[in-house]
């Protein structure tokens, strides 16, 4: 962003006038607007160094506290301690960019933001629920930076990522992924305002997302993409205005698809697999 720019004349040149209103999200209006604000900063101006401590954006991401990392771990380790140690320095690679704040853990050397330890634990609950099956295409709607594409990525040897956010959130995710080579090619950031039809999904993720939005919208990606999908890992957050559409989601998930849903130490965690249509 040149000086005479303004965030405002960014908005209004990238088309993104609308800004404000938020494709079904629910998020309380002023966090959601200053976290769009920092996005659109981040995506244009030199703030993309330290976007990851900026109090604006860290109100919606990368807000995990210490101990919240050091449970976190202790699930990781639980589930694949092996995986843990031999990838924890590709892990780490997420820390680079951003400048997030990060906290030294018993056993780890260095240090890590808790942020992406939580990234480490999605992305080994999706590796037990896959239990080895190849996955080729993966769409994540509401990504937020691109954090559990690249974690997951060091695990996963994927085609496709296709990230599917708002339009201030996809630009940063364009800019924050391309930094990383190694995937930048294999990864597709589609605005929210965007979206289609994505058939033969592998993997479908919605990692504290889905869950934010209106009903409206929940449903409407369940029909454009969850449906087509042969796995699904979504985070169900359930705050005050969402308990009563969790229920809904479920009911709509079970027509498709066999699932567990359990709890972490904060928040419902669903693994769903197709039903297999043969049967
Ligand atoms: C709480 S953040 C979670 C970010 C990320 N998944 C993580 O776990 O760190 C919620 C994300 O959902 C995005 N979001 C909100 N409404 C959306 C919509 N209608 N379509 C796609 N993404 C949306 C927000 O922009 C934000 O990036």
Redesign the pocket.
Known sequence: MSEEQTVESVIEAQGLNDYKE????QAEDQIAVEYLDACVQAANTDSFNSFKSNPKYTT??EHVLKEQGQCYLNIAREMNEDALMENIELFKDNDKIGRPVTHAYPGLDGTISP?TLRYIKNTFEMALMLDGQEISRIVE????YG??CKVLSCVCDFDEYIL???PQ?SALQRKYLDQFPEISDKVKCIP?TDVKEIKDIDLFIS???LS??DLE?QMAYYNLLVQNSKFAYLIYNLVNFNDFHYNDFIDKIKEDFTFDSGRDYENTVILATRKDESN
Do not use: F, H, K, Q
């Not at 938020?22 to 999200?25: E, K, N, P, V, Y």
């Open positions: 938020r494709s079904g999200w919606i991401l942020t709607v509401g990504g937020g954090g559990l599917i956010d708002l959130v929210s990692n504290y997302a934010e939005c919208s």
